[in-house]
């Protein structure tokens, strides 16, 4: 009998973003993030039912577990805490007090807690591996490389906020860092709060309003919030701040030195927000540069690895490659907190037990579907409970080629099939599709399916090997982390009134042929679909491309404002019935939204999401 394989979890818990991995002898077997399952965004809690999934997926409990790791050290941070407070004391008092309870009750007792969460079956050992450690294995162990030089970039973890190192075959040495409160993210996240969104979701938002404005204010910031060195690191003038004393990120001086208060969350952006964002992201861009030139210079290595919170800024990651020294770049798709708990594992699998590794060509992520996938019985219990009209599909030719039919008639369609996606990004399995061709697609996605503001842009999925011809990038992009502009050759002449436009007006010029994903700065995040890691979403692709010459479709997430992306095929039905979307796809199965019943709710639904 061959021996039993080692099975390692991997938690990541109590900030955001809660997770749960399993890794079988290496493999990534199993991933998932709390909030899909609790339908609550961002869900910090235990992550009980991402655990329970990822052993049921390998048919074992949790006493059958080998090690658990968590995904970074406890006692760090609220070292880090402490000393904070002490430094700014009387100051802070306030805050201190609010996140001491949760302290005293949970992350101070990490083993009682974990052994809670795991229903007191477990008996093997706890680890922990430092915040950094976690998002260095999680961009390291899992790329295609050898060796690499890795960058994490963040908020913040226990003390570290960026930090850098190499990895070689089944080992990673971090040589450098930048402690808190210098933070890239932190910085990123003070304008988004600065700007009115959310911190630690509306970073995306701010991302995305960029284009619109221009960097008026990067000098500002440059000469008064962030200082880059010649070294790549930076230093962050905290009189500006007050992350590390209050509740708030910014303060009196900062709204002083930009002009105002803080933009009112639900009110519409100003010209002025959107210059702001313009200038923060031009200012980031050029300190996740100097830190990659840096990074580049002390290692000598032409391949870089990426993960942390800001890796996601994937404007960034794309003038990295298009700029930067490094030849290839691998991204972790879950680069924020909860792809820590799949760097933990690995880890642990590797740097601890010191396991043999041997990179895969394309990589170790299978494509990041790496979340619970629904049986067809599963399917058609819950639709019949929901007395759902639907046909069902045995030839997946015939079904890509009607889901083709529907798109090219202007329909929007969900589709909901395979392993869920771990990490922020729907790739193909949770999404809403619809074609790039048409000029009206991004506001009627917008507006009448996901209920978002009108200004944020939508990404291309294009098959693999044929983005080259629309964008210019010739590197995959399996987990559209990577921006590129649209091909001159496929944009469209404009008017010099509308070379005039600015802010929210420029929604309305065609810039290209592919008006749906095109940015107003004329840019588009890119997803490449390879046929081995999504034969669905692949055939869809082919069929469209077969039926318009067009290889490529409108990919958003399968959600609503505020939504948590559709996890069981009652929340697919549910969005499906009360919003816009013409036709849903549930594994075999397709729905019309004209053959369907009525169904009450539409109002509730509307409101079950807080905005975000
Ligand atoms: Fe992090």
């Given at each position: 009998m061959p021996p039993a394989p080692t099975h390692i979890l991997g938690i990541s818990a109590f900030y955001h973003d809660s997770a749960a991995a399993l890794v079988r002898n290496g493999?990534?077997?199993?991933?998932?993030?709390?909030?899909?399952?609790?339908?609550?965004?961002?869900?910090?809690?235990?992550?009980?039912?991402?655990?329970?999934?990822?052993?049921?997926?390998?048919?074992?409990?949790?006493?059958?577990?080998?090690?658990?790791?968590?995904?970074?050290?406890?006692?760090?941070?609220?070292?880090?805490?402490?000393?904070?407070?002490?430094?700014?004391?009387?100051?802070?008092?306030?805050?201190?007090?609010?996140?001491?309870?949760?302290?005293?009750?949970?992350?101070?007792?990490?083993?009682?807690?974990?052994?809670?969460?795991?229903?007191?079956?477990?008996?093997?050992?706890?680890?922990?591996?430092?915040?950094?450690?976690?998002?260095?294995?999680?961009?390291?162990?899992?790329?295609?490389?050898?060796?690499?030089?890795?960058?994490?970039?963040?908020?913040?973890?226990?003390?570290?906020?960026?930090?850098?190192?190499?990895?070689?075959?089944?080992?990673?040495?971090?040589?450098?860092?930048?402690?808190?409160p210098h933070s890239l993210?932190?910085?990123?996240?003070?304008?988004?709060?600065?700007?009115?969104?959310?911190?630690?979701?509306?970073?995306?938002?701010?991302?995305?309003?960029?284009?619109?404005?221009?960097?008026?204010?990067?000098?500002?910031?440059?000469?008064?919030?962030?200082?880059?060195?010649?070294?790549?690191?930076?230093?962050?003038?905290?009189?500006?701040?007050?992350?590390?004393?209050?509740?708030?990120?910014?303060?009196?001086?900062?709204?002083?030195?930009?002009?105002?208060?803080?933009?009112?969350?639900?009110?519409?952006?100003?010209?002025?927000?959107?210059?702001?964002?313009?200038?923060?992201?031009?200012?980031?861009?050029?300190?996740?540069?100097?830190?990659?030139?840096h990074v580049h210079r002390e290692t000598g290595l032409k391949n870089l690895c990426l993960a942390g919170g800001v890796a996601l800024n994937c404007v960034g990651n794309g003038r990295i490659l298009r700029e930067g020294p490094f030849e290839n770049i691998w991204i972790q798709p879950a680069a924020g907190d909860a792809g820590g708990a799949l760097g933990a594992a690995l880890w642990c699998w590797y740097q601890?037990?010191?396991?043999?590794?041997?990179?895969?060509?394309?990589?170790?992520?299978?494509?990041?579907?790496?979340?619970?996938?629904?049986?067809?019985?599963?399917?058609?219990?819950?639709?019949?409970?929901?007395?759902?009209?639907?046909?069902?599909?045995?030839?997946?030719?015939?079904?890509?080629?009607?889901?083709?039919?529907?798109?090219?008639?202007?329909?929007?369609?969900?589709?909901f099939a395979g392993r869920a996606e771990f990490g922020p990004r729907a790739l193909g399995h949770r999404s809403l599709l619809g074609d790039p061709r048409d000029p009206d697609m991004q506001r009627r996605m917008n507006v009448a399916i996901k209920f978002r503001e009108s200004f944020r842009p939508f990404a291309p999925a294009v098959i693999e090997g044929k983005q080259s011809g629309y964008f210019d990038l010739t590197a995959e992009s399996p987990y559209m982390l990577l921006v590129a502009p649209v091909r001159e050759e496929r944009r469209c002449k404009l008017t010099s009134e509308e070379e005039q436009l600015s802010g929210l007006a420029k929604l309305k010029t065609i810039r290209s042929e592919l008006p749906a994903v095109t940015h107003v700065d004329n840019s588009a995040r890119v997803q490449t679909v390879s046929k081995t890691r999504s034969p669905r979403f692949h055939a869809i692709l082919e069929a469209f491309e077969k039926r318009t010459g067009c290889p490529v479709l409108v990919n958003t997430s399968f959600n609503v404002r505020g939504e948590p992306i559709v996890h069981s095929p009652s929340d697919a039905y549910r969005c499906f019935m009360f919003t816009d979307m013409d036709v849903l796809i549930v594994e075999n199965c397709l729905l019309r939204k004209s053959a369907q019943p009525p169904m009450p709710g539409a109002e509730e639904y509307r409101k079950t999401f807080r905005k975000d």
């Open positions: 493999d990534i077997f199993a991933a998932a993030q709390e909030e899909r399952f609790t339908r609550k965004k961002h869900d910090e809690r235990f992550p009980e039912n991402a655990v329970r999934y990822c052993l049921d997926a390998a048919g074992i409990t949790a006493s059958d577990l080998d090690a658990v790791i968590f995904y970074e050290k406890p006692l760090l941070k609220f070292e880090r805490l402490l000393e904070t407070y002490l430094a700014f004391a009387p100051r802070g008092l306030f805050s201190f007090f609010r996140a001491m309870p949760q302290w005293l009750q949970q992350k101070l007792h990490l083993p009682r807690e974990i052994d809670k969460g795991l229903g007191g079956d477990y008996r093997g050992p706890i680890y922990f591996c430092t915040h950094h450690e976690s998002h260095a294995a999680s961009a390291f162990f899992p790329s295609p490389f050898e060796e690499a030089a890795i960058i994490t970039l963040d908020g913040v973890g226990e003390w570290t906020t960026t930090s850098w190192g190499v990895g070689r075959g089944n080992k990673i040495e971090l040589r450098g860092e930048i402690r808190f993210g932190l910085l990123y996240s003070a304008f988004t709060y600065y700007c009115g969104f959310r911190v630690n979701s509306g970073e995306y938002k701010l991302m995305g309003l960029a284009p619109y404005g221009t960097p008026r204010f990067a000098d500002l910031i440059r000469r008064h919030l962030i200082d880059l060195k010649d070294d790549g690191s930076f230093r962050l003038d905290m009189g500006y701040f007050n992350y590390c004393q209050g509740l708030t990120m910014t303060n009196g001086r900062f709204h002083r030195l930009f002009g105002g208060p803080p933009r009112e969350p639900d009110s519409e952006p100003t010209q002025r927000d959107m210059d702001l964002a313009a200038s923060i992201q031009v200012v980031t861009e050029e300190a996740m540069l100097n830190i990659a030139k601890q037990m010191v396991n043999p590794r041997a990179p895969q060509a394309y990589d170790s992520q299978h494509g990041s579907y790496l979340g619970p996938r629904c049986s067809p019985v599963q399917v058609r219990e819950d639709l019949d409970a929901l007395h759902a009209i639907y046909e069902t599909y045995d030839n997946e030719a015939d079904m890509a080629a009607e889901v083709a039919s529907e798109l090219a008639q202007g329909r929007i369609v969900g589709h």
